[in-house]
């Protein structure tokens, strides 16, 4: 690929998507990365604090969802590849509000490529003669990041890959379902240069913490708060570090194919109530408590509705095509984790406070 490249990272304030832009920026200096983020609760510009002032880094404020927006970014720009990290993407607020997601996941993402086929003016009959020459001159890349939960709920054997049938189950996995399809669609019809990925549970710093493994440390760290725990706890995730996914998803920029779909899981299968039982003793253990004492704040809640059992993900695709492996195991990676949120408890209250909005409005508004 050529040494020079412009790359939009949808989403780039999220969870995942700080983490790909870091990466990118620091390990590419020759790339220009713009990042694209609305900004809703989950996205976060101090995530990106210590690269935000890089020369090849620029951030716009606009939401999929504004074609207009869309179009000046990449008439500004002119991105050769792009990153679409951008969802609603907590099963939790799917139930609640599942429009939100329908309107961003699904109508957001046909925008995106929408805009992506006018500036790249990609056809079915060019990218056909393209790869039957072996042609190369056409580098641009679309990267769309998906997820396990599309594939529905395993039983206690078994595991995903790329040839798993769709069986979605919560407005928020039939959503990012569509927009896979959506995206397989552009490529098959138009010709757009689509890779899809899909990946198991992430996990690491920054993460907002709605999500399991942030929301029961900051709850243990408070002291007085339940642990809540769907059910028995008897539910199965896969856990993947996040760095672990981004170089998965780096890989896939640089040595996948158009028209394929790569799967990355950690090896890593535990039951919720393990895993928090897990992060309890290694809390007890950097906190200086007695063994057992943040366990007592486990509660056993109500189950979610339409909660699947198991997901795991069989990623030996991604290893043996791109030469891709998971770096950290869960033990190490978990206690990684840990340490970054009790070294950043300012960070971890700010985000669930709103004190994070005044920031951005003294800091953001005016650039």
Same mark, same amino acid.
Request: charged share 25%; glycine share 8%; proline share 3%.
């Given at each position: 690929?050529? =040494?020079?490249?412009?790359?939009?990272?949808?989403?780039?304030?999220?969870?995942?998507?700080?983490?790909? +832009?870091?990466?990118?920026?620091?390990?590419?200096?020759?790339?220009?990365?713009?990042?694209?983020?609305?900004?809703?609760?989950?996205?976060?510009?101090? *995530?990106?604090?210590?690269?935000?002032?890089?020369? *090849?880094?620029?951030? +716009?404020?606009?939401?999929?969802?504004?074609?207009?927006?869309?179009?000046? +970014?990449?008439?500004?720009?002119?991105?050769?590849?792009?990153?679409?990290?951008?969802?609603?993407?907590?099963?939790?607020?799917?139930?609640?509000?599942?429009?939100?997601?329908?309107?961003?996941?699904?109508?957001?993402?046909?925008?995106?490529?929408?805009? #992506?086929?006018?500036?790249?003016?990609?056809?079915? @009959?060019?990218?056909?003669?393209?790869?039957?020459?072996?042609?190369?001159?056409?580098?641009?890349?679309?990267?769309?990041?998906?997820?396990?939960?599309?594939?529905?709920?395993?039983?206690?054997?078994?595991?995903? =890959?790329?040839?798993?049938?769709?069986?979605?189950?919560?407005?928020?996995?039939?959503?990012?379902?569509?927009?896979?399809?959506?995206?397989?669609?552009?490529?098959?019809?138009?010709?757009?240069?689509?890779?899809?990925?899909? #990946?198991?549970?992430?996990?690491?710093?920054?993460?907002?913490?709605?999500?399991?493994?942030?929301?029961?440390?900051?709850?243990?760290?408070?002291?007085?708060?339940?642990?809540?725990?769907?059910?028995?706890?008897?539910?199965?995730?896969?856990?993947?570090?996040?760095? /672990?996914?981004?170089?998965?998803? +780096?890989?896939?920029?640089?040595?996948?194919?158009?028209?394929?779909?790569? #799967?990355?899981?950690? /090896?890593?299968?535990?039951?919720?109530?393990?895993?928090?039982?897990?992060?309890?003793?290694?809390?007890?253990?950097?906190?200086?408590?007695?063994?057992?004492? @943040?366990?007592?704040?486990?509660?056993?809640?109500? /189950?979610?509705?339409?909660?699947?059992?198991?997901?795991?993900?069989?990623?030996?695709?991604?290893?043996?095509?791109?030469?891709?492996?998971?770096?950290?195991?869960?033990?190490?990676?978990?206690?990684?984790?840990? =340490?970054?949120?009790?070294?950043?408890?300012?960070?971890?209250?700010?985000?669930? @406070?709103?004190?994070?909005? /005044?920031?951005?409005?003294?800091?953001?508004?005016?650039?």
């Amino acid at each position: 690929m050529n =040494d020079r490249r412009n790359i939009l990272v949808t989403g780039g304030a999220g969870f995942i998507g700080s983490h790909l +832009v870091r990466h990118l920026v620091k390990q590419y200096p020759e790339y220009k990365i713009i990042n694209l983020d609305k900004l809703t609760y989950a996205g976060n510009l101090e *995530n990106l604090r210590d690269i935000e002032e890089a020369e *090849n880094y620029r951030f +716009v404020k606009a939401d999929i969802n504004d074609a207009d927006a869309l179009d000046a +970014v990449f008439g500004a720009e002119a991105p050769d590849a792009v990153f679409h990290l951008a969802a609603e993407s907590h099963v939790d607020r799917s139930i609640e509000a599942p429009l939100a997601f329908i309107d961003t996941n699904i109508r957001g993402t046909a925008n995106l490529l929408h805009i #992506c086929r006018k500036h790249w003016q990609t056809d079915a @009959s060019t990218a056909s003669l393209q790869a039957e020459k072996g042609a190369v001159e056409n580098e641009k890349r679309f990267i769309h990041v998906s997820t396990d939960e599309v594939f529905g709920s395993l039983g206690d054997q078994g595991l995903f =890959d790329e040839e798993t049938r769709y069986d979605p189950r919560s407005p928020y996995s039939a959503s990012k379902a569509a927009s896979d399809h959506l995206a397989r669609a552009w490529q098959h019809t138009y010709g757009m240069p689509v890779i899809v990925t899909n #990946c198991s549970n992430n996990y690491g710093s920054y993460q907002f913490p709605e999500k399991l493994i942030p929301l029961m440390i900051r709850n243990i760290l408070k002291g007085d708060q339940q642990l809540p725990v769907y059910g028995q706890g008897l539910n199965v995730r896969d856990w993947l570090l996040v760095d /672990d996914h981004v170089s998965g998803l +780096v890989a896939a920029f640089h040595n996948g194919k158009p028209g394929e779909t790569y #799967c990355f899981g950690g /090896d890593n299968e535990w039951k919720n109530i393990d895993l928090v039982k897990k992060l309890c003793e290694i809390m007890d253990d950097k906190l200086g408590r007695a063994r057992g004492t @943040s366990a007592q704040q486990i509660r056993f809640v109500k /189950d979610r509705a339409g909660h699947d059992l198991r997901y795991a993900i069989d990623a030996q695709k991604a290893k043996d095509e791109l030469n891709w492996m998971p770096s950290q195991d869960f033990e190490s990676g978990l206690r990684l984790t840990v =340490d970054w949120y009790l070294s950043n408890t300012d960070w971890l209250e700010a985000v669930t @406070s709103g004190s994070y909005l /005044d920031y951005y409005n003294r800091h953001y508004t005016n650039r």
